[in-house]
């Protein structure tokens, strides 16, 4: 009867939240599984021109991260001291 019933919609909920809640993780492994059998290893000579402009990126933004710091200094002193 009732109790039947009650025990079946618990049970089709409870599957629908696992669903729910799995079904992502799923999929996010096979397109992850995909992208990387697609990969190639990069040659040397790709590798080394990678590696030069992310050390390029990396002493820009370091020069403007000073610069910016050079500049507020002063800036903050001169708040600072008002």
């Known amino acids: 009867g ?6 079946c919609t618990t049970q089709s909920s409870t599957m ?3 669903d ?3 079904k992502p993780v799923r ?8 992208l990387v059998k697609k990969c190639t290893k ?4 790709e590798f080394w021109k990678i590696a030069a402009r992310t050390a390029t990126g990396f002493v820009i933004m370091g020069f403007v991260g000073f610069f910016v710091k050079l500049v507020f200094i002063p ?3 001169i708040i600072l001291s008002a």
């Open 2 to 7: 009732r109790a039947a019933e009650r025990h």
């Open 16 to 18: 629908e939240v696992a």
């Open 20 to 22: 729910i809640a799995i």
């Open 27 to 34: 999929d996010f492994a096979k397109d992850s599984i995909r």
């Open 42 to 45: 990069p040659s040397a000579d």
């Open 75 to 77: 800036i903050n002193n």
